[in-house]
């Protein structure tokens, strides 16, 4: 599902009017929208060394967080959105 004006009334039931109101531009709704899902992410990677258990560590905490958070949902749509942006 597209993250936009229109989907987030059909969604929500909040008239487009109000969502324009508050978010003029989409990509400030999307941002908005993001970030709850950002907030969930509590662990903070841990560097000590060697380097490949480094990233081996730092990898683990990215899979969890796309399979186990909401960023399994919304990665999906920031990547659409880098890519149409770029």
């Keep these: ?14 008239a ?3 969502l324009y109101r508050h978010w003029p531009e989409a ?6 929208a993001f970030k709850p899902a950002a907030r969930s992410l509590k662990a ?3 560097t000590q060394g ?3 258990a480094d990233l081996k560590r730092m990898l683990t905490l990215l899979l969890i967080a796309l399979t ?12 659409s ?3 149409a942006r770029g």
């Design 1 to 14: 599902m597209a993250v936009n004006h229109a989907s987030v009334s059909k969604a929500t039931g909040i």
């Design 44 to 46: 903070a990677p841990e």
């Design 68 to 79: 186990e958070t909401p960023w399994s949902r919304i990665a999906p749509q920031v990547i």
């Design 16 to 18: 487009r009017s109000t």
């Design 50 to 52: 060697p380097l490949r």
């Design 27 to 32: 990509i400030r709704l999307r941002d908005d």
């Design 81 to 83: 959105a880098a890519q």
